[in-house]
């Protein structure tokens, strides 16, 4: 598994390689090679190193920023939390990743010091030096001490006291439980729950046919209950959306749910919804899905 997955248009694959040579001057072990071995598939190759990387790192670029894959590859790097964005071009990074902060490196010269750089690597030590949580292993039990022989009836006599106070203590639990405790209810009525339960959206219809999505909210599959109180609450604001299982979409980030409108036939009314949409879901996005 590689510490870091980098995410870039093969057009900028020069620019790239000073990049991930100071990451690796750091210890890091970097993955950015885009070629797919022989007998392989992209979810199989790239796609496993994506989801095993511990930071996706996604350079934004006159070209990566109309790349189907480098924005498949930082959606995935963003629902996992893990999406460090670095600007290569001065470039309006595309609708859905705007509001993360972004490092400046396009007026970085490699070989020389760079105060961006810096902080980049900065926070990047950070992020990868945080490990997971844990939890903390249980004291080791201290070997209890023999008492003195003279001190042992003196024990005997306070575990007796003792038993003997719990089971008056349990007595008069169990007498002001039947006298006060709660009583079954009449027959035909039933108590009301403590919670009010947890609406679910209907069961989504099979997918209609069309490339284009407006994606409201990506959610990884252990987040589904959030996905879902996100898809209820655009369908309560009067859109027909979906939640879809975005493996079943070839140029979506595998193993994600997906609150999404359409598919549409094209660009241009996928883009209409997503005007609607955007005063709601300011950081929806249009999407090509397959």
Known sequence: MSAIFVSYAREDEARIRPLVAAFEAEGWSVFWDRRIPAGSTWRGHIGAALQQARCV???????????QWVLEEADEGKARQVLVPVMLDAVTPPRGFREIQVADLSGWVP??????????????????????????PAPAATPVQAAAPAAAPAAERGWRN??????ALALVAIAGYVAF?????????TRPPDEPAVRRPPPAAQAPAGDWLVVAG????AEKVRAERQLMAVMEAGFDARLVDSSEYPLLAPDLWVVAIGPFDN???????LERLQPRVTDAYVKKAR
């Open 57 to 67: 790192v996604v350079a934004w670029s006159a070209h990566s920023v109309e790349s």
């Open 111 to 136: 070989g020389q010091a760079s105060e961006h750089l810096a902080h980049l690597l900065g926070d990047m030590r950070r992020l990868l030096g945080r490990a997971p949580a844990t939890p903390a």
């Open 162 to 167: 003792g038993i003997v106070a719990i089971a």
């Open 181 to 189: 405790g709660p009583h079954t209810p009449p027959a035909g009525k």
């Open 218 to 221: 990506s959610f990884r599959r």
């Open 267 to 273: 660009r241009a009314a996928a883009s209409a919804a």
